[in-house]
């Protein structure tokens, strides 16, 4: 079977570590992380870069990992890495405020710059937004993080318009409260879990799934949308 090629931002989460767990064994992996430990396997090949330093090559170097590798397409792209300082906005500093756009939002935009010339027809993007683009937390305040995710879901707006003409598809997939790292704290989960439908926080597999639809030829008139994957968050009022 021929080999694809996924790459991805922010594969060592626990949403992007159950993605790795259920992608096809042809699929080959190329991701980013700050992590120098990773190591990489056959399928999955590390570089590091730290996605909130303006100087850092971290494009520069996935693109020469492609380029050393003959790689022609890239089938799946994943942007997944993310951070979050919660706290009211005039709480929060200048370099949190960096922080958080530059991982959210920019590393994104550069990602999809940078493998622009992979993309091809088939080719299918994936950006992993959050429930908090349209509202608030029990967490708290988080305004500069849902500013960013709403820039992430505008950004798979604009660029699937953009680029539908080659083929090539992006999606965004909003996580309600999942049960991970940057998930509810522990404290917060009854709470959170009553404005739930489905009374339970959602697990980073039941995310993961919904990534693989969407990278997967299975969802191939499937562009420009937001999945929300919140087990119906507030459908109570
Ligand atoms: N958990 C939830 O309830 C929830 C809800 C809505 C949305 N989400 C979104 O889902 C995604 C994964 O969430 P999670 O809870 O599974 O996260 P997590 O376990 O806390 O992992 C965060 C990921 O972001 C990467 N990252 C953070 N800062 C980085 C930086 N400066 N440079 C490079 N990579 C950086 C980390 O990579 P390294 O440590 O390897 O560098 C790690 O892979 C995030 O985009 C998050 O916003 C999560």
Redesign the pocket.
Known sequence: MMETWLVG????????QALLSCLEPTCRVLG????SA?SSTHHVTWVQ?????HRELWVERLVDELKSRHVEQVAGVVH?????FADQVTATTPDEID?TL???LR?GLRLLQGLRPWLKSGSSVVL?????ARMQSSDGPAAI?GAA?AGLEGLARQLAAEWGESGVRINAV???????????QASLADRITGHIALGRL?N?KE?AHVIKFLLSPQSSYITGTVIRVDGGLNLRY
């Open positions: 931002t922010g594969l060592t989460s626990e949403i992007g980013v992380s700050r992590q990773v870069g730290d996605l909130a330093n997944a890495a993310g951070v979050v922080q530059m991982v959210n590393a992993v937004s959050s429930v908090d993080y995710k909003a996580p309600g409260a999942i049960a991970s790292g940057m998930g509810p959602g980073p995310v």
